[in-house]
């Protein structure tokens, strides 16, 4: 009969106290930064970030359309998420689906003129809601430091693989 490797498990690399103050400090400004963003947009436009951010995607994409897989990845959720966001957008009369005519699989997501005028509306008083909340509180130096260690963080979370197991490939 085989048993398990019981040898111990090499030990964990704890965090510092150092660490662990900025783990801290990174959750908890990222949970009241979304939060504050959240709260500025559904009480200006009704509708979540996260929303907001696929309309962006959309208004910014050649023809005011992507793919719905293309979609996925711009705003780092599963297909099935987005599927819903894009459902409520739809009931709204912000986004509508098109079938891909070359993929008989392949949907669009088209941001419809009306979804273009929300956004024009909302863009101002969501972009001082960011600068208010985020950029006016670094000093140039402090942003162009935080902007390249993110990248960093983010370039080393994003497999290249195809076998990579990210939101939207789920």
Request: charged share 30%; hydrophobic share 40%; aromatic share 8%.
């Amino acid at each position: 009969m085989e048993y398990m490797n019981t040898a111990p498990a090499e030990e964990p690399r704890w965090l510092t106290d150092e660490e662990q103050r900025v783990w801290r400090a990174y959750l908890h400004a990222t949970i009241l930064l979304e939060d504050h963003l959240d709260r500025q947009l559904q009480r200006d436009a009704g509708m979540p970030h996260i929303y907001y951010g696929l309309l962006v995607a959309l208004a910014e994409a050649p023809g005011r359309q992507l793919r719905m897989t293309e979609l996925a990845k711009h705003a780092k959720i599963t297909r099935s998420r987005l599927s819903h966001a894009v459902a409520r957008l739809e009931k709204n009369g912000w986004v509508r689906r098109e079938n891909c005519p070359s993929d008989k699989r392949g949907q669009f997501a088209v941001l419809t003129d009306e979804g273009y005028e929300v956004l024009a509306r909302t863009a101002p008083g969501h972009v001082a809601t960011v600068r208010q909340a985020f950029f006016d509180r670094l000093t140039p130096e402090q942003q162009k430091s935080l902007g390249e260690i993110l990248q960093i963080v983010a370039e080393g979370l994003q497999p290249k693989g195809a076998d990579a197991d990210l939101p939207w490939l789920r």
